[in-house]
């Protein structure tokens, strides 16, 4: 739609033109009047011929005993080879393909621009072509730059409820939400209950405007596995969710002679898109963390002996086509004891390239230099860990979406 609304017609120069019957002199006369010209026009009864270049004219009528040759020639024999001719309707992208086609030619000579019956209007310049396509694109990165700023600010103010919950449920805990492109896949959920709270990071398919896309669906059926008071199994919401994102995203097919709950699973060409995450429900009775997880590990130390704990979730994401409808996540129980640290990232920090030999950032090294600084406050680690993992990604580049979680018993 963008492109349709630029066409040809903004780049039309008035421009003298001469006949066919014109001869050398007369083309020389004409240029020297008329110094601006890069090209003559030839044009016969309105329609246009060609165009005669002024540099590749000049230069030839320079050479020994060519002006007098010239002179007996008529304008026909001194056109471009391959003159471009476009209708003042063309649009200006259409135009740019065309240019490209003629190559040079184009850029140094220009073309003629026409009305709708072929008649000769005027010409247009390489060089206004590049300028028009250099402040359409220009625009169009304005245009798309401001729709990523709000992007960003819906995004942001869907993940509100959760920061004010997690305010509400923990004394001493950080989260760092770092989108690669503005927006992003990666996400983080908290929701408080009168026996405990449910949290959740998130990692969908991809980063930019598509991920985030994909984490706005992921909350709303978040929150609808929630009511149906799956908070307690972990496990189970994540089946829940499993089967909402394959039905919406079409990664599956329904028998119509099977019952409801009996699924096949269909390899999709359309759509592969999905999310690897950590579920957990603290439960503040029980004083245990239920955790299950999709390609996501739960991070833990114990300050008390400097001890470290990877809990590995299961290795399939949620909502792929590879994973089977009926899969079964597994719950696994951390008791919760005083001052025990637990963190959750997603793969944007584990993954991240970078140091002397450009290898992953890794769980081990995220574990040890969480270990070096797990006494301080946990707003303090986070902004000591996030400066030795800028320093360790140096001049690479950002991989994918960071979020980063952690907080204190």
Same mark, same amino acid.
Not at 95 to 100: E, I, P, Q, R, W
Not at 159 to 185: A, N, T
Not at 290 to 310: C, E, H, Q, R, Y
Not at 314 to 322: E, H, I, L, P, T
């Given at each position: 739609?963008?492109?349709?609304?630029?066409?040809?017609?903004?780049?039309?120069?008035?421009?003298?033109?001469?006949?066919?019957?014109?001869?050398?002199?007369?083309?020389?006369?004409?240029?020297?009047?008329?110094?601006?010209?890069?090209?003559?026009?030839?044009?016969?009864?309105?329609?246009?011929?060609?165009?005669?270049?002024?540099?590749?004219?000049?230069?030839?009528?320079?050479?020994?005993?060519?002006?007098?040759?010239?002179?007996?020639?008529?304008?026909?024999?001194?056109?471009?080879?391959?003159?471009?001719?476009?209708?003042?309707?063309?649009?200006?992208?259409?135009?740019?393909?065309?240019?490209?086609?003629?190559?040079? &030619?184009?850029?140094?000579?220009?073309?003629?621009?026409?009305?709708?019956?072929?008649?000769?209007?005027?010409?247009?310049?390489?060089?206004?072509?590049?300028?028009?396509?250099?402040?359409?694109?220009?625009?169009?990165?304005?245009?798309?730059?401001?729709?990523?700023?709000?992007?960003?600010?819906?995004?942001?103010?869907?993940?509100?409820?959760?920061?004010?919950?997690?305010?509400?449920?923990?004394?001493?805990?950080?989260?760092?939400?770092?989108?690669?492109?503005?927006?992003?896949?990666?996400?983080?959920?908290?929701?408080?209950?009168?026996?405990?709270?449910?949290?959740?990071?998130?990692?969908?398919?991809?980063?930019? =405007?598509?991920?985030?896309?994909?984490?706005?669906?992921?909350?709303?059926?978040?929150?609808?596995?929630?009511?149906?008071?799956?908070?307690?199994?972990?496990?189970?919401?994540?089946?829940?969710?499993?089967?909402?994102?394959?039905?919406?995203?079409?990664?599956?097919?329904?028998?119509?002679?099977?019952?409801?709950?009996?699924?096949?699973?269909?390899?999709?060409?359309?759509?592969?898109?999905?999310?690897?995450?950590?579920?957990?429900?603290?439960?503040?009775?029980?004083?245990?963390?239920?955790?299950?997880?999709?390609?996501?590990?739960?991070?833990?130390?114990?300050?008390?002996?400097?001890?470290? &704990?990877?809990?590995?979730?299961?290795?399939?994401? =949620?909502?792929?086509?590879?994973?089977?409808?009926?899969?079964?996540?597994?719950?696994?129980?951390?008791?919760?004891?005083?001052?025990?640290?637990?963190?959750?990232?997603?793969?944007?920090?584990?993954?991240?390239?970078?140091?002397?030999?450009?290898?992953?950032?890794?769980?081990?090294?995220?574990?040890?230099?969480?270990?070096?600084?797990?006494?301080?406050?946990?707003?303090?680690?986070?902004?000591?860990?996030?400066? &030795?993992?800028?320093?360790?990604?140096?001049?690479?580049?950002?991989?994918?979406?960071?979020?980063?979680?952690?907080?204190?018993?």
């Amino acid at each position: 739609m963008f492109e349709s609304q630029n066409t040809v017609r903004e780049l039309l120069i008035s421009c003298p033109s001469v006949s066919p019957s014109f001869y050398g002199n007369d083309v020389l006369l004409v240029l020297s009047e008329n110094a601006g010209i890069i090209s003559l026009p030839v044009v016969d009864e309105g329609l246009p011929k060609g165009l005669i270049n002024r540099s590749t004219y000049m230069d030839e009528i320079s050479k020994p005993f060519r002006k007098e040759l010239y002179a007996k020639k008529t304008c026909i024999e001194f056109i471009e080879p391959v003159s471009l001719i476009v209708s003042e309707n063309m649009s200006i992208q259409d135009l740019s393909f065309k240019v490209a086609e003629e190559g040079s &030619t184009a850029l140094k000579s220009g073309f003629i621009i026409t009305d709708e019956q072929g008649r000769y209007l005027g010409v247009g310049t390489g060089e206004a072509v590049m300028r028009k396509i250099s402040e359409m694109q220009a625009e169009k990165n304005r245009i798309v730059m401001e729709s990523i700023n709000y992007a960003s600010v819906i995004q942001t103010s869907f993940l509100r409820s959760s920061r004010e919950d997690m305010r509400d449920c923990m004394q001493d805990y950080f989260i760092h939400w770092e989108p690669r492109d503005k927006v992003g896949g990666d996400y983080y959920f908290c929701k408080k209950f009168a026996d405990g709270f449910f949290l959740a990071l998130i990692d969908c398919t991809g980063h930019g =405007v598509p991920g985030a896309f994909m984490t706005l669906i992921m909350a709303s059926f978040l929150d609808h596995i929630l009511l149906e008071d799956n908070r307690h199994d972990p496990a189970t919401a994540l089946i829940s969710m499993n089967q909402k994102v394959k039905t919406a995203l079409g990664q599956i097919s329904v028998a119509s002679n099977q019952k409801k709950d009996e699924w096949i699973d269909i390899d999709s060409n359309d759509s592969d898109d999905g999310m690897d995450t950590a579920f957990c429900w603290i439960d503040l009775n029980a004083q245990q963390i239920t955790f299950a997880g999709a390609k996501t590990p739960l991070l833990l130390i114990n300050p008390a002996d400097k001890s470290t &704990t990877i809990i590995e979730g299961d290795k399939k994401g =949620v909502g792929y086509v590879d994973t089977p409808m009926d899969f079964k996540w597994t719950n696994k129980t951390v008791p919760l004891t005083e001052g025990l640290c637990v963190y959750i990232t997603t793969d944007g920090i584990i993954d991240q390239i970078g140091g002397p030999r450009n290898i992953a950032f890794g769980k081990q090294r995220t574990l040890n230099q969480l270990l070096a600084h797990v006494e301080k406050p946990m707003s303090q680690q986070c902004t000591l860990f996030l400066d &030795t993992f800028y320093e360790y990604q140096g001049s690479q580049r950002r991989r994918d979406d960071v979020c980063f979680f952690g907080f204190r018993v």
